[in-house]
T-cell receptor, first 111, second 114 residues
Framework: GESVGLHLPTLSVQEGDNSIINCAYSNSASDYFIWYKQESGKGPQFIIDIRSNMDKRQGQRVTVLLNKTVKHLSLQIAATQPGDSAVYFCAEKAAGNKLTFGGGTRVLVKP | DGGITQSPKYLFRKEGQNVTLSCEQNLNHDAMYWYRQDPGQGLRLIYYSQIVNDFQKGDIAEGYSVSREKKESFPLTVTSAQKNPTAFYLC?????????????FGDGTRLSIL
């Protein structure tokens, strides 16, 4: 999910299918990663996080996978619903409490 | 109801005017943050504060100022020196003393130029 200026990468998915959103992070020293969901006109909403000593974490209908070898993070959403339509951001934390955000991926759920 | 409240939701600025965006949290979080979001882009850090009466510049602090006189409040002033202030401004907070913790966001203030 790399941003290219005003044009967000978009993932179109059929309702009921699984979605996979990808994120390449930049800092090999990052030790904590978060996925956020942002609906139009609202602030980002926390979905799930993962620490660097893990490679997988599951929540309700969501799974985050971390591959430190290639610095890649993914968010899987099971049985995607219309309410999942939003922009999804990954964020990484290296030193201190500062987060660095990716550019976002727009998910459109088709009925 | 615990959360982060940003006000106003919409704000308009005239040329040469300073405007202040409010951010209040009742989560008892130590750390607070201000981000700027431009259309179709991710969030960029303006200022952050780990503790009362202390704050640090983020990646794009020029043209902005903050204060942290109370734990629950972290107002952001967009000064006339910020030549391109039109954006969506987001405030966040987190528990900074408990290891890795997510930041929680308010619902933003959209600032436009008159």
């Amino acid at each position: 999910g790399e941003s290219v200026g005003l044009h967000l990468p978009t993932l179109s998915v059929q309702e009921g299918d699984n979605s996979i959103i990808n994120c390449a992070y930049s800092n090999s020293a990052s030790d904590y990663f978060i996925w956020y969901k942002q609906e139009s006109g609202k602030g980002p909403q926390f979905i799930i996080d993962i620490r660097s000593n893990m490679d997988k974490r599951q929540g309700q209908r969501v799974t985050v996978l971390l591959n430190k070898t290639v610095k890649h993070l993914s968010l899987q959403i099971a049985a995607t619903q219309p309410g999942d339509s939003a922009v999804y951001f990954c964020a990484e934390k290296a030193a201190g409490n500062k987060l660095t955000f990716g550019g976002g991926t727009r998910v459109l759920v088709k009925p | 109801d615990g959360g982060i409240t940003q006000s106003p939701k919409y704000l308009f600025r005239k040329e040469g005017q300073n405007v202040t965006l409010s951010c209040e949290q009742n989560l008892n979080h130590d750390a607070m943050y201000w981000y700027r979001q431009d259309p179709g882009q991710g969030l960029r850090l303006i200022y952050y504060s780990q503790i009362v009466n202390d704050f640090q510049k983020g990646d794009i602090a020029e043209g902005y100022s903050v204060s942290r006189e109370k734990k629950e409040s972290f107002p952001l002033t967009v000064t006339s020196a910020q030549k391109n202030p039109t954006a969506f401004y987001l405030c966040a907070s987190s528990m900074s003393k408990v290891g890795n913790q997510p930041q929680h966001f308010g619902d933003g203030t959209r600032l436009s130029i008159l």
